[in-house]
């Protein structure tokens, strides 16, 4: 594509982040995922070893009065296990679903340390364009200026009546307001980059991205591999609640221990195996149809998100072909402007020209050019829509 040099996005945050070389993120923004990264982890390795049930140690002391044998003085110790081991299929279900589970939210917590990113990577290109229509903005300011000394010439001159004059200040003056207004945007942004980045912006280096193929963005898609692992963990979900109505084997063990005033101890231990299932629940098919309606709106949303993300693609390539034609334009326009100013300048040094036929031209070039470079970042911040919500590539 026409859009000057390309480099890889995968070189972005080291061209970008000259005061942090590990992220554009604010350090407590980056405190902030990191803390997130970790509870993920560890929420994880909890769900995948949920199945294990505790250990239980107890202990308890009781006394009993009587008037023939006395008081006696009872203290009761046990240590007790009741442990599943085989249900139905559950506990590979469990260990499965933990892992989808992982698998999505780190997915998650990744598609929106992206966002972030893209988000401070946005601030910076919306404040380069506010620099170039602010640019631009200045040169028309300019060719009014020019246009009001011209009708006021004419109308001094009588060749114009004074509405035509006074509509000209109207304009410098919506022109300068609007100058106010973009100067303020283009401030509102600086302040958003701060807020979500400790570098310094002066120093970033500007990115340009290109074109991806589309297959590489499908396949890369955080988004769907989000609803990917989110059709996993449904599916698991559906058949660890299937499980939960079969057949159950445990193995339980115990130690009990039972001193007495009597100084007799009444040691004993106890292991057995169990086997249950619930022979009655009113909710068990409503309960079972439920997770089985997730698992299929899972596997709809993922066909969905295919769709939407194709789409995406389409209409970003489109807009990058509506923007190159746009390039294209006031290209040709610059350089109409450039041989004007060439043959105006040869009028205005003979004599047959003023030097505000050259100046209005000159600044009608100007913003030629800029507007190019509007169209250019115009054109950035849509490959940075795409780029964001790639895996890897941010």
């Known amino acids: 594509m ?19 070389n590990s992220s554009l993120l604010s350090s407590l923004k980056q405190e902030k995922l990191d803390i997130d990264k970790k509870k993920i982890e560890l ?18 002391t009781s006394t009993t009065e009587g008037k023939r044998d006395g008081d006696n003085n009872t203290d009761t110790f046990s240590i007790t296990l009741d442990q599943p081991v085989f249900k139905s299929g559950g506990i590979y279900y469990a260990i499965q679903y933990a892992g989808a589970n992982r698998e999505f939210l780190r ?18 290109l919306d404040m380069k364009k506010y620099d170039f229509q602010i640019q631009r903005q200045k040169y028309l300011i300019e060719n009014a200026k020019i246009d009001i000394i011209r009708k006021k010439e004419q109308y001094e001159s ?43 912006y002066m120093q970033i280096t500007p990115p340009t991205f290109s074109m991806v193929d589309k297959d590489k963005y499908i396949n890369n898609s955080l988004v769907l591999k989000q609803q990917s692992a989110e059709e996993k963990r449904a599916e698991y979900l559906k058949k660890m609640t299937i499980a939960n109505y ?3 084997f445990s193995v339980y063990a115990g130690y009990y221990d039972s001193p007495s005033s009597m100084n007799t101890n009444d040691t004993y231990n106890q292991i057995g195996l169990r086997v249950s299932m619930p022979l009655i629940d009113v909710n068990r098919g409503r309960t079972i ?56 300048k040869e009028l205005f040094t003979a004599g047959e020209k003023t030097v505000y036929d050259v100046d209005t031209l000159y600044n009608s070039k100007q913003t030629m050019i800029l507007d190019k470079q509007i169209y250019k970042i115009d054109a950035q911040k849509v490959l940075l829509n795409l780029y964001a919500k790639m895996h890897g590539e941010i």
């Open 158 to 200: 009588g060749f114009l009546d004074s509405s035509f004059l006074d509509q000209a200040i109207l304009t410098k003056t919506t022109l300068e307001k609007n100058l106010i207004d973009m100067e303020s945007l283009r401030y509102s942004q600086l302040m958003r980059f701060k807020s979500l980045s400790d570098t310094n």
């Open 289 to 344: 149809e439920i997770r089985q309606l997730e698992y299929l709106k899972s596997k709809i949303e993922l066909q969905d998100s295919e769709l939407e993300e194709s789409n995406l693609y389409q209409d970003s390539l489109k807009k990058i072909e509506l923007l190159n034609k746009k390039i294209d334009i006031v290209t040709n326009d610059a350089k109409l402007y450039d041989s004007l100013l060439v043959s105006t």
């Open 107 to 124: 997915l998650s917590t990744a598609l929106n340390e992206q966002n972030l990113i893209k988000s401070v990577i946005l601030a910076w």
């Open 2 to 20: 026409r859009l000057t040099k390309l480099i890889s996005l995968s070189l972005l945050v080291s061209l970008l982040s000259a005061n942090d």
């Open 246 to 248: 079969l057949p159950t």
């Open 43 to 60: 929420e994880s390795e909890n769900l995948k070893y949920d199945w294990v049930k505790q250990i239980t140690g107890s202990y308890s």
